[in-house]
């Protein structure tokens, strides 16, 4: 009488159904991906073909992809009938300034708490982390009050100082000046280099990944900064991107959805921040990556 035995399946057999079980996944994986993509990506699609309709085709088809006919009267509504150019100007003046001073002083700050020993520096570091757990709506009536004592209120200088510096900003630049050998410093003072010096000319440009994630940072942020405007400033002359279309939005043309007008004023002000970031993108997720090994 035979005895039957259990036998294992054949290599090739196993080899085969873990490449179909690999394949299915990879498959699903891709569609998932591309799903969510698609899902991530169509608000700005119907964003971008909303600028290009007619008044009436916008609010009779909002959600469809393909302008009919093709507009560009909301484009022109921007620039003859808003205050665009001059809210386009106040932030450039703003995002410039604003991104200029946080690199530098973000810099300074986080360089000294990473190489320089004084007394409360933990202390001063624990702070600092403290501010960036604080959500930024509980600041703006103290931001008001401030500005307003100091005489700041509506201006320019309201606008810009208060941003010049920011916590997140300073924990970047101090998580990565942490990763650069204190060797390389050591031989910059060997040779007569002061603390400044050592840092402007020796630790700085080796900080290039951590500072252009910076740059980024700061440029977005301040491009896009809409509460502290609202806070900051009353003037219409004085009316950033942000706060211009935010004017917009509440009706300020009259009656009417106007989404071409809208929409159309959100796109071009989406453009700067979408240029600089594919730009930059290399540096910006080396310099992440880099700060966060280190953390």
């Not at 509506?154 to 970047?172: C, E, H, K, N, Q």
């Not at 050592?198 to 509460?227: D, H, R, Y």
Request: glycine content about 8%.
């Amino acid at each position: 009488m035979a005895v039957l035995t259990d036998r294992p399946p054949a290599p090739a057999v196993t080899t085969r159904r873990a490449d179909q079980r690999a394949l299915v996944n990879r498959f699903l994986g891709y569609a998932i991906l591309i799903f969510f993509g698609l899902v991530f990506l169509y608000p700005f699609v119907i964003q971008i073909a909303s600028s290009f309709k007619t008044e009436p085709d916008a609010a009779a088809h909002p959600l469809s992809p393909v302008p009919d006919p093709v507009s560009l009267a909301g484009f022109e509504r921007i620039f003859a009938g808003t205050a665009f150019p001059l809210w386009l100007g106040n932030s450039l003046l703003v995002t410039v300034l604003v991104t200029l001073g946080r690199v530098f002083f973000d810099s300074l700050a986080g360089y000294a708490l990473a190489r320089l020993r004084f007394r409360g520096r933990a202390g001063l570091f624990a702070a600092i982390i403290a501010v960036m757990a604080v959500p930024g709506v509980v600041l703006l009536i103290p931001k008001f009050l401030v500005l307003n004592q100091l005489g700041m209120y509506d201006s320019y200088a309201g606008l810009i100082v208060p941003l010049l510096a920011d916590a997140a900003g300073v924990f970047i630049m101090k998580q990565f000046f942490e990763s650069i050998p204190v060797s390389v410093e050591e031989a910059a003072r060997i040779d007569g280099a002061g603390t400044f010096r050592t840092f402007w000319s020796v630790v700085l440009p080796m900080a290039k990944p951590a500072l252009i994630t910076l740059t980024i940072l700061s440029f977005q942020g301040s491009w896009n900064e809409f509460p502290h405007s609202l806070v900051a400033v009353q003037d219409p002359g004085l009316f950033t991107l942000p706060r211009g279309l935010a004017d917009l939005v509440s009706g300020s043309l009259g009656k009417g959805t106007q989404y071409p007008l809208k929409l159309g004023a959100a796109l071009l002000a989406t453009i700067p921040v979408a240029v600089l970031f594919v730009i930059f993108q290399r540096y910006f997720v080396r310099g992440a990556n880099e700060g966060a090994d280190k953390g």
